[in-house]
């Protein structure tokens, strides 16, 4: 084999170069001479638009697509459907089309938003989807478009994220508590919080091993390590960017599911087992309450130097 065909970097293009995971990803690759990243963000590559994305892929001719791309605010699909679905699901499919008549192979992201909830004890990959809104429904039609056109996928769900920018818990409850003397938060919801700059690391990891003849294309499932909720989760929040900021809330107060309304419903059960992540990749969970710490130090970090 050509050495230089050895040494050369494998181009990933990213779609969503700007989201949580998109950023992230970009970000880790750049350190990693393994890589050649081309990130695009919707003003550069619109994954709906069906000349675009064929135009993109023709001219980059990246080793892989990582679609980083999605419509995801929760309550808005409930009325922004045809826009949501467009995103989510169809778009998804122009993609791996795409991706299919150049021989590139395609990961995707989705999210635990695919079931209902149900299981206390958590969802591994072949249980039974059933979503609750648009938005989750909109995801698992993507997958089942995704599956049905380019056998070479990577699906990747996963759960709770956070990072130092978009709409996130961690972002949200951090502005809330700098201007309210009270807060709540939800105390029957359970879950795994997961870093972007986490999921970045797994795709990564998952990437090698494919690229280096690991015949391991499917579905899988990633979360952080330690299940919690979401009144916990905030309490962590507090701690974390405590030692960096003093804030106006006195009060952290656990409401019920059922107290807190919402345009659509959510999954009180967001668990994901990672357990086949692991036997095919050997990938394990990191902490959660570790990739918090390493937040918090990057967002106070940031404010210091503006």
Not at 208 to 236: L, M, P, S
Request: with cysteine; charged share 25%.
């Amino acid at each position: 084999m050509d050495v230089e065909l050895l040494l050369k970097p494998v181009k990933i293009l990213i779609t969503g170069a700007h989201g949580q995971v998109g950023t992230a990803l970009a970000r880790l690759a750049e350190h990693d001479d393994f890589f050649q990243i081309i990130a695009l963000d919707k003003s550069k590559l619109d994954i709906t638009d069906v000349a675009q994305v064929q135009e993109q892929l023709a001219e980059y001719l990246p080793d892989y697509v990582v679609n980083c791309a999605a419509f995801d605010h929760i309550d808005e699909a409930e009325h922004k459907s045809e826009l949501c679905y467009a995103v989510n699901c169809t778009a998804v499919e122009t993609l791996a089309l795409a991706c299919g008549d150049l021989s590139i192979p395609m990961f995707h992201l989705s999210t635990d938003y695919v079931f209902d909830g149900h299981y206390a004890s958590g969802y591994a990959e072949e249980d039974e989807v059933a979503p609750l809104g648009v938005y989750g429904d909109s995801k698992w039609q993507g997958e089942e478009r995704l599956r049905q056109v380019l056998p070479k996928h990577i699906i990747l769900r996963v759960s709770w994220l956070f990072s130092e920018q978009g709409n996130n818990f961690v972002l949200r409850t951090l502005e809330s508590a700098r201007s309210q003397k009270e807060l709540s938060a939800v105390s029957d919801r359970r879950g795994c919080p997961t870093a972007a700059s986490d999921v970045a690391r797994v795709i990564l990891a998952m990437l090698k091993q494919i690229h280096n003849g690991a015949d391991a294309w499917g579905t899988y499932h990633y979360c952080g390590a330690e299940i919690t909720n979401r009144y916990d989760f905030c309490k962590e929040i507090l701690i974390a960017a405590g030692s960096y900021e003093n804030f106006e809330v006195e009060k952290l107060v656990p409401i019920s599911s059922k107290d807190y309304v919402t345009e659509a419903q959510r999954p009180n059960t967001s668990v994901l087992t990672c357990k086949k992540l692991l036997s095919v990749f050997g990938i394990r969970q990191r902490a959660w309450r570790q990739e918090l710490q390493w937040l918090m130090r990057l967002i106070y970090q940031q404010d210091s130097g503006r």
